[in-house]
């Protein structure tokens, strides 16, 4: 079966949840919690799912992926396909059609110039935009009159739904953010913290890393929607006081990301306030190692940067011994019972895409010792940790602060003691590390440490934006702004010509042959990145809450226009 017999005519035409509501705002007040709080309402110039999400509830792609991984149309009339002629023949092009009599929150009109804008905005050279993969191949986009844009490329796409698709690529305003392109856009802090968007609601005051007001959109598409006239996003904490919030207290509506041991979450489930919602995606925790020097003792502009290669993990046979000396199976038992699964896959779904890639599942603490010996690492003077001309094997391993974290990071620790790697834990507080702020020293992009773990997903059901995150150039560095998704600066010119041929390649078994390659360089070929556990996404809403559908291929908030208070 080729891509481009699903293009004609697959896109699913999904029904949202029945609205329940009579008015806009007739249901007063509803209260989220993320216990990573939002630092930027831009997607573009942060990776942190806290950030993303917050601002799906301002600003809207084209189309999104329900929780079935289908497409559907939200500011486009329909999703182009080849049937329908809004993907050529060749695969080389996609147009898209407005909805008609679309506003701004501002009451201004939104046209094809906006979506024009928004790729020349993350595309900018002079910039450093977070999702720059969604734009991988992209040669020109094109306003062909106020309603129709068509986005071209360099080769044929048989995957054209990286641009304005999802929550990690939504519409910006050009009259708003047209000071903004390249070196320009961190500073324009107003817009970044206030957009001006189409989505159900709009921000009345943002405190960055504490809370954000909003109140409905005066000119939201559907006049009955939302049905919530205020919306408090509150951020910070933990994930086991924003569980309480919400499935004890009842104080919370709606609770994102719990990653609590399950004897805790079900503990909390007791009180009868509220519901835990899961299901699972292509979220995987992961250990990323850093394939440059983070050592304070450079100058500041070259830490972490590809000048440098780090002078311990360059060494493939330490990245793997570090792997092998892992429990994941104890992780997940430790961390998440029935929502993880130990994985070796950096893509652990759809399964058309998921390699067999099972070596990692069994720990090997006495193999690992014997690869870091055969390495040239060795105890030589007895203190248990192992050394090289004269460098001790030391490593410092930092994460975002969450009990979960801390756990694995005491396990892992332990484990990588035992054969000889010194190990110093750092955690950050998560609205910190994975904040945008490039002047700060403890984001992930920036990675001044070894090792960092943490865990995120793509949207929708196809990998290729995905992989193409570890693009060579595509590290984050100081001329972009330390923005970039090739967290850990992997560089393969192989890889990027595999990267390449998924790009053209339309037979989906192909692709998913290819896919997987892509998946095992990065893993048990590089071991650049350690993956840990398939996390399943665990939330929790309210009993009073309704219309809510938990989605693992887009923002969660994804459909929020449609909840409402159940009476």
Same mark, same amino acid.
């Given at each position: ?17 029945? #609205? ?55 500011? #486009?009339?329909?999703? *182009? ?25 501002? !009451? ?16 900018? *050279? ?6 720059? #993969?969604?734009?991988? !191949? ?14 071209? &490329?360099?080769? %044929? ?13 939504? /519409?910006? $305003?050009? #009259? ?15 817009a970044n913290f206030s957009p ?21 959109? *005066? ?8 049905? &919530? ?33 399950? =004897? ?18 292509? +979220?995987?925790?992961?250990? @990323?190692?850093?394939?440059? =020097? ?36 104890? +992780? ?19 399964? +058309? ?22 390495? !040239? ?9 192992? @050394? ?30 035992q054969i000889g790697v010194e ?17 700060? %020293?403890?984001?992930? $992009? ?5 090792? @960092? ?24 560095? %100081? ?49 650049? /990145? ?23 291929? =887009? ?13």
């Amino acid at each position: 079966m080729k891509l481009k017999t699903l293009l004609m005519g697959a896109i699913a035409t999904t029904a949202l949840a029945p #609205a329940a509501l009579a008015e806009r705002g007739s249901d007063g007040h509803v209260n989220i919690i993320y216990w990573q709080a939002p630092s930027i309402l831009n997607p573009y110039l942060s990776g942190g799912t806290k950030d993303i999400e917050s601002a799906s509830l301002i600003i809207e792609p084209l189309g999104r992926y329900d929780q079935n991984g289908a497409l559907v149309p939200y500011l #486009a009339e329909e999703i *182009p396909t080849v049937e329908n002629g809004g993907v050529s023949e060749d695969l080389t092009s996609v147009t898209w059609k407005l909805k008609p009599d679309l506003l701004w929150s501002d !009451g201004s009109p939104v046209t094809s110039a906006d979506v024009k804008f928004t790729a020349e905005y993350c595309m900018h *050279p002079e910039g450093g935009c977070a999702q720059r #993969a969604k734009f991988d !191949g992209v040669e020109s986009v094109e306003a062909v009159d106020d309603l129709t844009v068509t986005v071209t &490329f360099s080769q %044929p796409q048989p995957n054209p739904y990286g641009p304005f698709m999802g929550g990690q690529s939504p /519409i910006i $305003q050009a #009259a708003q953010f047209a000071d903004c392109l390249g070196a320009k856009a961190p500073e324009c802090t107003d817009a970044n913290f206030s957009p001006i968007g189409t989505g159900p609601f709009v921000v009345t005051d943002f405190r960055p890393n504490d809370v954000i007001q909003m109140e409905a959109n *005066p000119n939201f598409r559907d006049p009955a929607k939302p049905a &919530f006239a205020t919306l408090t996003f509150k951020g910070g904490g933990d994930a086991t006081a924003a569980g309480r919030a919400v499935l004890e207290t009842g104080e919370f509506d709606y609770a994102w990301n719990l990653q609590l041991a399950p =004897d805790v979450l079900a503990k909390m489930a007791e009180a009868g306030k509220g519901v835990p919602v899961a299901a699972f995606g292509t +979220l995987v925790e992961r250990i @990323e190692m850093n394939m440059t =020097d983070p050592s304070p003792d450079l100058p500041e502009g070259e830490r972490s940067t590809v000048a440098h290669p780090h002078p311990i993990l360059s060494d493939m046979k330490v990245r793997q011994a570090l792997s092998m000396a892992i429990d994941r199976e104890l +992780l997940v038992e430790v961390g998440y019972g029935q929502a993880g699964r130990a994985t070796c896959n950096l893509v652990p779904a759809p399964a +058309l895409y998921a390699s067999d890639n099972t070596e990692c599942l069994t720990q090997d603490l006495e193999g690992a010792k014997a690869l870091l010996e055969e390495a !040239g690492w060795t105890d030589s003077d007895g203190d248990g940790i192992r @050394e090289k001309d004269g460098m001790k094997l030391s490593l410092l391993y930092q994460t975002s602060t969450n009990a979960v974290r801390q756990d694995f990071q005491a396990l892992i620790k332990d484990w990588w003691n035992q054969i000889g790697v010194e190990t110093e834990l750092r955690n950050v507080d998560a609205s910190v590390f994975f904040g945008g702020d490039p002047g700060s %020293p403890d984001t992930f $992009q920036k990675f001044y440490a070894d090792v @960092e773990m943490y865990a995120n997903n793509f949207d929708g059901t196809d990998p290729q934006a995905y992989l193409s995150m570890y693009r060579c150039g595509n590290e984050p560095k %100081p001329s972009s702004q330390w923005q970039g998704e090739n967290i850990n600066r992997f560089c393969s010119e192989e890889y990027d010509a595999l990267l390449d041929e998924l790009a053209r390649t339309g037979e989906l078994d192909k692709r998913g042959e290819i896919a997987k390659k892509l998946n095992d360089m990065l893993t048990k070929e590089s071991y650049t /990145i350690v993956p840990l556990v398939d996390r399943g996404r665990v939330s929790a809403h309210s009993v009073t809450l309704g219309g809510v559908i938990l989605n693992t291929w =887009d923002s969660e908030l994804w459909n929020v226009a449609d909840w409402y208070r159940v009476k």
